[in-house]
């Protein structure tokens, strides 16, 4: 099964995405088009995440993880692993060389199959990029303690669970604002924002192409 599925994702991740219509489920109101916040911030910095899919315990998982806090806008947030491109290497390369960098797998043993669609992030003024790509073993992680406080391996089916969805306000990072945000509870941990609009649409594209797992 964890084959097929990848084979169907491959496939999908090729066509036409979902896009800010699945991103925006997952986002709060108010938030400005992609094409609108590129106008105000044309040259945006760049930078890569990888999704990365792999089986455990006869089950299909995607790995997250909890920065740890430090003096910047993403302190403390549940992410994908990536972070910004360096020396104007490729975005992919940039996604695999973070992921090896703070969760400690081994960037060889990752195919990538796609991406998804490019989202803008107006605190920090990144574009960023999702990678696709899977691992036919569960990973060894080995997180970088400066970075990383814990790793969380989550059931793909659990993001596909609509109970999973809530809202609650959230402070955001420029001053004291609290703004009413939908997030995916997942063992407790608050995963919102942009992660949360990535994982919104990586599962309209598993729920539109009716993929099993």
Avoid: C
């Amino acid at each position: 099964m964890f084959t097929e599925f990848i084979e169907i994702l491959s496939v999908a991740l090729k066509g036409v995405l979902p896009a800010e219509p699945a991103q925006f489920k997952m986002a709060p109101k108010g938030r400005l088009l992609r094409k609108v916040a590129l106008l105000l911030n044309p040259i945006p910095k760049l930078s890569a995440v990888l999704v990365l899919l792999y089986p455990k315990n006869k089950e299909l998982h995607l790995v997250l993880m909890l920065r740890n806090e430090y003096n910047g806008v993403h302190s403390a947030q549940v992410s994908f692993p990536g972070g910004k491109r360096e020396n104007k290497e490729s975005l992919q390369k940039t996604a695999l060389r973070e992921a090896e960098e703070e969760i400690g797998v081994d960037a060889k043993k990752v195919k990538i199959i796609g991406k998804l669609s490019d989202l803008y992030i107006p605190p920090s003024g990144y574009l960023v990029t999702p990678f696709v790509g899977y691992s036919n073993k569960s990973p060894e992680f080995n997180p970088d303690p400066t970075e990383v406080q814990r790793i969380i391996e989550v059931p793909v089916s659990l993001i596909m669970d609509e109970s999973t969805v809530k809202r609650k306000k959230i402070k955001v990072s420029t001053g004291n604002l609290k703004l009413n945000y939908p997030y995916f509870d997942v063992y407790g941990h608050t995963v919102w924002g942009a992660t949360a609009m990535m994982l919104s649409e990586l599962k309209e594209i598993i729920r539109a192409n009716k993929i099993e797992f």
